[in-house]
């Protein structure tokens, strides 16, 4: 993604973002929206994700994420 001249994000939004703690764990779910040119290639996806974070040291760190392309 790095290469702008090929790559480029026309919009993003995140919606739907719940949040869940359970001490130092907490679980983030939501929607990303997104509008890109890759490579040359149109994509224009709905993707739901899920992270997992642990607080350490005082700072949240994730450390699991998952993520599908939603249903059309």
Known sequence: MKDTKNNK???ESISDLKVRTY???AIASYKSTYDS???G???ARTVISTDTFLRKDGAWKL???HSSQAAK
Request: net charge neutral; hydrophobic share 35%; proline share 0%.
């Open 9 to 11: 994000t026309t919009s």
């Open 23 to 25: 001490g130092d764990v």
């Open 37 to 39: 040119m890759i490579k």
């Open 41 to 43: 290639q149109h994509y």
């Open 63 to 65: 450390i699991a994420g």
